[in-house]
């Protein structure tokens, strides 16, 4: 995978060049006489403890897949480390992120744990945001049940090198893979928008992230692991041999102290018997009719010339199709001028269509923020709810969760929609240009009253006064998008009224301003 400059002037190019040169002199590249052995997902569920568990329970109906909500971090990473045990002959996971930090390791030792009795371990991480040392994947993939892949790799390894191998090679490197996948034995899986992480799984951090993932069985979880096995054999996919580095003698980042009483690892030895219970039972599965969407490792160009979406092709027909209410629980979104048309033509016809996202003080992505508040003013005059979530929200805690590890800032990072009270999406995709153009994306649509009751009602939590801010505009005579726009809330017990992004510091107005005004910045998001 050669680096492409040849889009570039000649100046730009001998400048690359020369970059190149000296980080090549002193730093490891990508090896290119790699062997990738090719392998598929286990497909014997019935097999395994989990396989019987399921079809034992399982209605009648094969078409129908099974579901459960997860509404907290902590739920999904004792989840998570529970099917680790349980797996008997594959584990396949596939994220955009995995932190080396308390809770990337927590699980990484669940994962290893499971390759000592023998299971398949295949892990397939996107290389932008990779955090853990090429050596110590290198020493997790000696392992002889272990194999990890890259997706997209910079050819050059030295992180310093990377802003300059982005800008001169962003047609490829400016893609990537934003899916989190987590399937077990064939039979079970979770698939949402919680990579792996402090902040995903309200460990010891400065801000911890309010989300949702579905744990799914079935039909579903066949149709999730040929999307993996896709990506396992693409060309942009490299195993860790293609690093060319050799294994360091610590495989595993940092861990919590079990004896503190607190963190992943004492959480998980308390609580492992109820999760593994509820995995082998079933307990509070929503049977319903599924589709799992992914987009391909490569996004292929539509006729317009732009990439088409199998995502958001789907969640467009979704949208038209509804006739009574559409609510969006999205971190990000910027629904750029179509989408604000979209969404003011559903709220003309009828729909009541409502907003739940970041407000400037709460998300972790300033740009991002910029680029939906130049449409909140349209969106408002057009019928469209808008709420933002505030930086100071509660998340849910329920009792017996003790993995949080001190108080941190709350903030959004869902990407879920519920159409008309049955039809539910949950997964990956956030709802702007680089997930409907660039990232590959993937997740679920679930047609089920049931679940989407489940859903509505962890929703409506956030969307509260005291967790949210409701934006309206301004009363003027003259009903256009230029009046100012007002925030509601509950602070203290007391409503109050803001004319000015609440809760926000002097630094995140002035990176709001800079991005608000920087041009074509909204395409980049």
Same mark, same amino acid.
């Given at each position: ?14 400048i ?5 040169? $000296? ?8 090896r290119?006489d ?6 598929v ?7 395994t403890a ?5 079809s034992?329970?399982?209605?009648q ?5 099974? @579901?459960?909500?997860i ?23 596939q ?6 930090d308390?809770?990337?390791?927590f ?8 390759? %000592? ?5 295949r892990?397939?991480l996107?290389?932008?945001p990779?955090?853990?040392d ?5 020493r997790?993939?000696?392992?002889p ?14 992180r310093w ?6 800008v @001169?090679?962003?047609d ?8 989190k ?8 899986g ?8 402090n ?8 801000a ?10 079935g ?7 040929k ?6 054999a ?10 060319g ?6 495989? $595993?980042?940092?861990?919590?102290d079990p004896?503190?009483g ?7 030895a ?8 509820r ?18 490792p490569?996004?292929?160009k539509s006729? %317009? ?9 789907a969640? /467009? ?26 969404? /003011? ?19 972790d ?9 130049r449409?909140?003013? $349209? ?8 709420? %933002? ?18 108080s ?8 879920v ?12 995709a ?19 009253v049931?679940?989407?009751?489940r859903?509505?009602s ?13 934006? /309206?505009? %301004?009363d003027?005579?003259?009903? /256009? ?13 007391r ?11 002097f630094?995140?107005?002035l ?15």
């Amino acid at each position: 995978m050669p680096v492409n400059i040849s889009r570039a002037p000649a100046w730009r190019q001998a400048i690359a060049a020369c970059c190149m040169v $000296a980080a090549l002199a002193g730093c490891a590249t990508l090896r290119d006489d790699y062997a990738a052995v090719p392998s598929v997902a286990f497909d014997r569920p019935e097999e395994t403890a989990l396989g019987r568990a399921f079809s034992a329970t399982r209605p009648q109906q094969n078409e129908l897949s099974g @579901f459960r909500l997860i509404n907290t971090g902590v739920s999904a990473l004792m989840t998570l480390a529970a099917l680790a045990d349980l797996a008997e002959r594959s584990i396949d996971i596939q994220y955009y992120i995995y932190a080396p930090d308390e809770t990337g390791a927590f699980l990484l030792e669940r994962l290893l744990a499971a390759a %000592e009795r023998g299971v398949r371990v295949r892990m397939l991480l996107d290389d932008h945001p990779l955090a853990i040392d090429d050596a110590a994947l290198a020493r997790l993939d000696a392992h002889p049940n272990i194999e990890i892949r890259i997706f997209n790799p910079y050819r050059v390894r030295a992180r310093w090198t990377r802003p300059f191998q982005l800008v @001169f090679n962003l047609d490829r490197l400016g893609r990537r893979m934003h899916n989190k996948v987590f399937a077990v034995d064939g039979q079970i899986g979770v698939i949402g928008g919680r990579n792996i992480g402090n902040h995903y799984m309200e460990g010891e951090s400065g801000a911890n992230f309010r989300d949702f993932d579905i744990l799914a069985t079935g039909p579903v979880i066949q149709a999730v692991s040929k999307s993996f096995d896709a990506f396992w054999a693409n060309d942009l996919v490299v195993p860790v041999a293609a690093l060319g580095v050799t294994p360091s003698a610590d495989a $595993a980042p940092r861990r919590d102290d079990p004896a503190s009483g607190r963190g992943p690892q004492a959480e998980y030895a308390e609580r492992k018997e109820e999760f593994v219970r509820r995995l082998l039972t079933s307990e509070g599965m929503i049977w319903a009719s599924a589709r799992a969407i992914a987009e391909p490792p490569l996004r292929q160009k539509s006729g %317009e010339g732009k990439h088409a979406s199998a995502v958001f092709s789907a969640l /467009t027909t979704a949208r038209r199709n509804a006739r009574q209410e559409i609510v969006y629980g999205a971190a990000y979104f910027v629904p750029g001028e179509h989408g604000v048309k979209a969404l /003011t033509d559903a709220a003309a016809r009828g729909v009541r269509v409502r907003v739940l996202t970041n407000s400037l003080a709460s998300t972790d992505v300033v740009a991002v923020h910029a680029g939906y508040a130049r449409h909140r003013a $349209a969106l408002l005059a057009g019928g469209v709810e808008l709420h %933002e979530y505030r930086n100071d929200a509660k998340r849910p805690a329920p009792a017996g969760h003790r993995l949080r590890l001190g108080s941190s800032d709350s903030a959004l990072h869902a990407k879920v929609v519920i159409y008309d009270r049955r039809l539910v999406w949950v997964g990956s995709a956030n709802f702007d240009p680089r997930s409907r153009r660039l990232n590959t994306e993937s997740g679920l649509l679930i047609d089920s009253v049931a679940l989407a009751e489940r859903l509505l009602s962890r929703l409506e939590v956030d969307f509260a006064p005291e967790h949210s801010w409701r934006l /309206t505009l %301004e009363d003027s005579a003259a009903d /256009t998008p230029t009046r100012r726009i007002v925030w509601h809330g509950i602070e203290q017990g007391r409503a109050v009224q803001y004319r000015d992004e609440p809760g926000a510091g002097f630094l995140r107005h002035l990176g709001h301003l800079f991005f608000s005004i920087l041009p074509g910045i909204e395409d980049h998001l």
